[in-house]
């Protein structure tokens, strides 16, 4: 892996691997970080950059989620125990389901979602691979990497009411966010099963865009 500035960390290529069946494949991108580094951003600029791309963000599907609050008379909290327990994984399974369909009308789709539980799940990892492997598609996982103080900035600009428990109780929120690249997801086999962008600055962001559409694409 090469960690420097400005550099997203990729894995080696594998020896031997036909660059011809790689490029064939379909390809299921998940764009991963805690909340607030910058995600939606980089997923979007990916998506523009990328050829024959589907783009499905998570936060669509909030709208849904926000009436199941009130029609449980509910508060609108995405951090209670009533979210854990009756829609964060509903919304996470629907919009997997959702790529697995695209999948069949055109060769890339990427999900903008932290999925940072997911990630570091090797049971929910291995099933996505294997449902993957029926579309003969392939997974890329994207880690935007930005630091704790430049996350809180940036929540605090993006002023959105998803947020409003976090900024409120942010010490109690951060101590439960992990922000360790998931790199349990890289295989040294593989070239571009973990990518990681760095975006604290726009320099680091102009990099990383650059070297991974070159992956992607290469």
Request: aromatic share 8%; glycine share 4%.
């Amino acid at each position: 892996m090469n960690a420097g500035l400005g550099v997203p960390i990729v894995c080696s290529s594998a020896a031997g691997k036909s660059k011809e069946k790689r490029l064939s494949m379909k390809r299921l991108i998940l764009v991963t970080s805690p909340p607030a580094c910058g995600k939606t951003y980089v997923s979007k600029q990916l998506a523009k950059a990328l050829k024959h791309v589907v783009y499905l963000d998570k936060d669509t599907l909030i709208v849904l989620s926000k009436q199941i609050f009130a029609v449980a008379h509910e508060e609108y909290n995405r951090s209670s125990a009533f979210f854990e327990k009756n829609i964060r994984d509903y919304e996470y399974a629907a919009i997997v389901d959702l790529a697995l369909d695209a999948l069949e009308y055109d060769d890339i789709v990427l999900i903008n979602a932290p999925f940072t539980r997911e990630i570091r799940d090797r049971a929910y990892m291995d099933a996505l691979r294997g449902k993957l492997r029926q579309k003969e598609a392939r997974l890329t996982v994207i880690w935007v990497e930005t630091d704790r103080d430049v996350c809180h900035r940036r929540m605090i600009l993006r002023n959105s009411d998803r947020d409003k428990w976090k900024l409120e109780h942010w010490d109690e929120y951060i101590a439960g966010v992990n922000f360790k690249i998931p790199g349990e997801l890289d295989d040294p086999a593989v070239r571009d099963d973990l990518l990681v962008f760095r975006n604290n600055t726009d320099a680091e962001f102009d990099a990383s865009m650059k070297a991974i559409l070159a992956i992607i694409e290469g």
